[in-house]
């Protein structure tokens, strides 16, 4: 529809520069340029690597985004950024660009929550989130169940990782079991092929007395280690799918165990899970299977969208347009550990202002 | 613009002079600071980005984080509004802003007990590529010259006769630029001179967990 939000999303909160173009939840562009291969010989994501290849892909990025979408900066409705939570000097490039755009096309500028992005992301997929949604984030770098009455003002946090984040504990594993960086991806490869069950790992925080809501990876990914090196000591062959697929089945079990449960108790019936994990094929089928027992509906965008990306960014941005979010200020700044609590950072000056100082310096 | 140095500095300049500038000194702020400044800068000239044909930004060396934000907002500038990025030397920028006619040295702090530095025949005509050092391994090759910016003021016992300005200043950036353009002098591309390369380690092995 030509009346809903036209708004562009920039994301750079960690090693993906992102830039998407949605009309309302309409995905129109998703230009991603990643620099996960100049990391990969470090076994992580370097931040100033990181940094410096944002500052290298934005303005492609940006201008590679609007050609794919057809439409002309000029009738843009807004331009959204990441304001974190991130990496402080990727998110900087990103929240700076955004900045600048919005400043010189006259348009607001909404600074907006990664971790609500990735759960707003969805409405591209499948249509407007019910209210509330249950959402299940993993990554590399949060694990986290949210309750969002509404992804644009009240995203409440049900529990979150208390040491490794899930995508952390892929790449741990890979690179004990020399599979390199990311560790995602080859790990679900070969689990494809080994047998979850043959190797009893435990299943952290499941115990009677422990948290419902929250996650523990650390100790997973010693117990595998140490398995790993026992073999390795006894001069045996590691059975490098079985121990793929019984650390996945572990992680996995967790996350789809605990989700389930969340939506059961808050007595929610939709359940949606996001983030670079959640493009795991286990993942994806365990949910499913475990949200059809539960009469859950389950709602898992397509994995490109579950990666970090600026169209989730932009599906963010349109709501805030759509539902009269004030702006944010050209004071904004990237705030590296942004609560998940506030899903996107308003002016410190009244609304009307931020519009005034935009009006001035439409170019025509 | 600059964002290179300590300093967060716009200025806008109309061909004959500086119209407006605004500058603040704040290392830790450059990603809130800029972009209000411009604003500043434009409100108080009584005009809008809209109207600017070109946009002139130092592209250091600097601590890389402050450096890229006006490096990003420059470019980003540009490719809105369908006009020409200008890259200049932050050190250029100081020496224009230094007004000396006699050979000296620009030093700025790059953090971590090290300057960025050049040397000038004068204000306008750099003699050496911009460098990353340690103030003691350069002595003799500053000696005898005055100095200007922080990194010369921050090392007496290099720079003996440091001076003013201490940070880059938009106005001088602009100024400088525009005499280029008049006399068709060329410019550097938009990209950050790091000087360094990134701080990052391949790491060895994992750290095996089984106790010993
Ligand atoms: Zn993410």
Same mark, same amino acid.
């Given at each position: ?13 960690c ?14 562009a ?10 990969a ?7 100033e690597?990181?940094?410096?290849a944002?500052?290298e ?7 590679r985004a609007?050609? %794919?979408?057809?439409v002309?900066a $000029?009738d !843009?409705? @807004?331009?959204?950024?990441? &304001? ?6 990727? +998110?900087?490039v990103?929240v700076?660009?955004?900045k600048?755009y919005?400043y010189?096309l006259?348009?607001p500028?909404?600074g907006?929550?990664?971790?609500a ?5 969805d409405?591209?997929?499948?249509g407007?989130?019910?209210e ?16 969002a009455p509404d992804i644009?003002a009240?995203v409440?946090?049900?529990?979150a ?7 952390e504990?892929?790449?741990?594993i ?20 080994g047998?979850? %069950?043959a190797i009893a790992?435990? $299943?952290? !925080?499941? @115990?009677?007395?422990?948290? &419902?809501y929250?996650?523990?990876f650390?100790? +997973?990914k010693?117990a595998?280690?140490r398995w790993?090196?026992a ?12 121990v793929?697929a019984s650390f996945q ?13 969340a ?6 019936d939709h359940?949606m899970?996001g ?22 509906r ?23 347009v ?10 904004l700044?990237?705030d590296?550990s ?9 002016g ?12 001035e310096?439409?170019?025509? | ?7 967060v ?9 500086i ?15 800029l972009?209000p400044a411009?604003?500043r ?7 809008d ?5 070109g946009?002139?930004?130092g ?33 250029d920028?100081?020496a224009?802003?230094?007004g ?13 007990k090290?300057?960025y ?8 005509t750099?003699?050496t ?5 340690r103030p ?16 010369a003021?921050?090392y007496?016992?290099t720079?003996p006769?440091a001076?003013?300005?201490?940070h880059?200043s ?13 006399s ?19 790491p060895?092995?994992y ?6």
């Open positions: 529809m030509a009346d809903e939000p036209l708004v562009l999303g920039i994301e750079t909160s090693d993906e520069t992102g830039v998407g173009i949605v009309r309302g939840t309409t995905l129109l998703d230009a991603v340029a990643s620099s996960v291969d100049t990391h010989r470090f076994g992580g994501v370097v931040p690597i990181a940094s410096r944002h500052l892909a934005m303005v492609p990025t940006i201008e609007l050609a %794919e979408a057809g002309s $000029r !843009l409705d @807004g331009i959204a950024v990441t &304001a974190g939570p991130g990496l402080a000097g990727a +998110l900087l990103g700076s660009a955004a600048a919005a010189a006259g348009k500028l909404y907006v929550n990664h971790l992005s990735h759960i707003c992301v409405q591209l997929e499948h407007p989130l019910p509330p949604t249950m959402a299940l984030l993993v990554s590399g770098g949060h694990s986290s169940l949210l309750l644009t009240d409440r946090p049900l529990g990782t208390i040491d490794d984040a899930a995508g504990a892929f790449d741990k890979a690179r004990v079991l020399d599979l390199g960086f990311p560790g995602g991806p080859v790990i679900d490869r070969l689990a494809r092929e047998d979850p %069950e790992f435990p $299943r952290g !925080l499941s @115990g009677a007395r422990d948290p &419902a929250d996650f523990s650390s100790g +997973l010693t595998v280690a790993i090196e073999k390795r000591a006894a001069g045996e062959e590691v059975p490098v799918r079985d793929a089945e572990a992680v996995v079990d967790v996350l789809t165990r605990k989700a389930v449960r939506c059961r108790d808050e007595g929610v359940l899970v983030g670079g994990v959640a493009a795991n094929s286990r993942l994806r089928a365990l949910a499913e299977e475990r949200c059809e027992r539960a009469g859950i389950l709602r898992v965008p397509r994995p490109k969208l579950c990666t970090d990306n600026g169209a989730m960014v932009a599906a963010l941005g349109a709501e805030m759509a539902r009269n979010r004030p702006a944010s200020g050209w004071e700044s990237a590296s942004l609560p998940v609590t506030d899903p996107h950072v308003p410190a000056h009244d609304h009307d202002h931020v519009h005034e100082i935009s009006k310096n439409l170019y025509s | 613009m600059d964002t290179a140095t300590p300093a500095t716009a200025a806008l300049h109309d061909g004959t002079g119209v407006a500038e605004s500058t603040r000194v704040d290392a830790r702020r450059h990603g809130e600071l972009l411009v604003d800068v434009l409100a108080e000239a009584g005009t980005l809209g109207s600017v044909t946009i002139v930004v592209v250091g060396p600097g601590p890389y984080t402050g450096l890229r934000v006006g490096l990003v907002t420059a470019a980003t500038f540009a490719s809105a509004l369908g006009v020409p990025v200008h890259g200049v030397c932050t050190l920028g100081l224009y802003a230094a000396l006619d006699e050979p000296f040295t620009v030093a700025t702090d790059a953090r971590r090290e300057v530095w050049a040397r000038y025949a004068d204000s306008r750099r003699v590529e911009a460098a990353v050092d003691a391994e350069i002595a003799e090759q500053v000696a005898g010259v005055p100095a200007v910016g922080a990194g003021l921050l007496p016992g720079f006769d001076r003013a300005p201490e880059a938009a106005a001088a950036l602009a100024s400088l630029a525009a005499e280029r353009l008049a068709g002098a060329g410019f550097l591309d938009p990209h950050p001179l790091y000087l360094r390369r990134p701080d990052a380690q391949v060895r092995n750290k095996v967990v089984t106790p010993q």
